[in-house]
Structure formats: C-alpha cells, structure tokens
T-cell receptor, first 111, second 116 residues
Framework: DAKTTQPTSMDCAEGRAANLPCNHSTISGNEYVYWYRQIHSQGPQYIIHGLKNNETNEMASLIITEDRKSSTLILPHATLRDTAVYYCIVRVAVGTYKYIFGTGTRLKVLA | GAVVSQHPSWVICKSGTSVKIECRSLDFQATTMFWYRQFPKQSLMLMATSNEGSKATYEQGVEKDKFLINHASLTLSTLTVTSAHPEDSSFYIC????????????FGPGTRLTVL
C-alpha cells in the first residue's frame, strides 16, 4: 500500500503559486520524500526530494513539517505547462529502494 | 544526463503473441531497473525490480512467468509479455537508478501496448 495520501485534484490560476499537500504519517526516520509529475502519456519527471530539511531547486520548493508527517510541494509561479498529475512518494529506505506510487494530485493550471 | 529510453514507444499485437519492451539507460550505468504498469486514469503500479545479473523480484500478484524480465547489462533491461491478451493492454514504464547513488529513479517515456 502507498504510504502517502494526496488530494485527488486541484486547480490553480496561471502565475499564482501552486501548493500541493501530501500526508505521510507513517514515514520512517530514514525514508525520503520524493515528488514527481506525469504529463499525459509520458513517463514521470523528477521534481525534488528531501529528508527533513526544506529544499528548493529551479522547479519547486519542498516544505517538510518538523514531525515529517506531511509535506507541501510549491510551484512558485504556475504555468499552463505545469498541468499534470503530481505524485508524492516515500522511498523505501532499505533493500531495493523501490517507490510505491499513490493516487497523486491532478493539478490543472487555469489561464 | 540521466536519460532513460524505451523501445518501442507503442506496439499493437495479436492475442497470444509475445512482445518485448526494451529499457536503456543512455548515459549512466543502472544496477537497478524497475518496471511499472499503468492503466488509464490510474497510478503507476510497480511490477518488479531488476538487478543487473540476477533474477528480478516481482511484486505480489505479478506473474513472473507471464512478465519475463531480463537485466543482462548495466544499461539494458527487457520486459517480455508472453502470450499477451487484451487485459495486458496498458502503459508500461521503466525506470533506472544509478549504481553509485540511489537518490532517484529516472523514468523512461513509456511503451503503450495494445493487444487485439
């Protein structure tokens, strides 16, 4: 079973920040949180990942709560090309480091 | 860097035939590759984990005799769907992790399989 829960869908106005929440209340201390997105009929694209500190890169920011039970992906200035399904994944920390995908959030950026 | 390719990008076959899908890491060595299946409007479902030079580890409920996985080199893994049936029609996606780091998986573009 997936270790994450996300809202099924969200809308965001173009140019505004998109804040996508994720709950991972059963996360273990050495498990990372990863975010990917999938544009229709393509393979998932890596966005960002983190362990316990907040992270930022050219695509997005990742805010992880102090207890690590939830996180938020922030797209600072959403564009129409950001319309996609966003997956929050907790990477298993031992063995094969596999991903278990949840249902994801379908983000629609509106003009 | 970290590009993963899949071939073919789409395939249509008749029921009962076998189909092979290739997954290649183009600019890095991947000791571990993963195979996923995705049905329309659903999430990715992990089918198996493949380590170079050893047998694949299949997820519960995935038939290993139907979905044959070979990972013979550090840059190539293949998935063969044997005796395909219409219910095997799906989007098959592979991913690869670098040998020196398990930081993230790099995904291929996917292969659309349609079984008539």
């Amino acid at each position: 079973d997936a270790k994450t829960t996300q809202p099924t869908s969200m809308d965001c106005a173009e140019g505004r920040a998109a804040n996508l929440p994720c709950n991972h209340s059963t996360i273990s201390g050495n498990e990372y949180v990863y975010w990917y997105r999938q544009i229709h009929s393509q393979g998932p694209q890596y966005i960002i990942h983190g362990l316990k500190n907040n992270e930022t890169n050219e695509m997005a920011s990742l805010i992880i709560t102090e207890d690590r039970k939830s996180s938020t992906l922030i797209l600072p200035h959403a564009t129409l090309r950001d319309t996609a399904v966003y997956y929050c994944i907790v990477r298993v920390a031992v063995g094969t480091y596999k991903y278990i995908f949840g249902t994801g959030t379908r983000l629609k950026v509106l003009a | 860097g970290a590009v993963v390719s899949q071939h073919p990008s789409w395939v249509i076959c008749k029921s009962g035939t076998s189909v092979k899908i290739e997954c290649r890491s183009l600019d890095f060595q991947a000791t571990t590759m993963f195979w996923y299946r995705q049905f329309p409007k659903q999430s990715l479902m992990l089918m198996a984990t493949s380590n170079e030079g050893s047998k694949a580890t299949y997820e519960q409920g995935v038939e290993k005799d139907k979905f044959l996985i070979n990972h013979a080199s550090l840059t190539l893994s293949t998935l063969t769907v044997t005796s395909a049936h219409p219910e095997d029609s799906s989007f098959y996606i592979c991913s690869a992790s670098e040998a020196r780091s398990y930081n993230e998986q790099f995904f291929g573009p996917g292969t659309r399989l349609t079984v008539l």
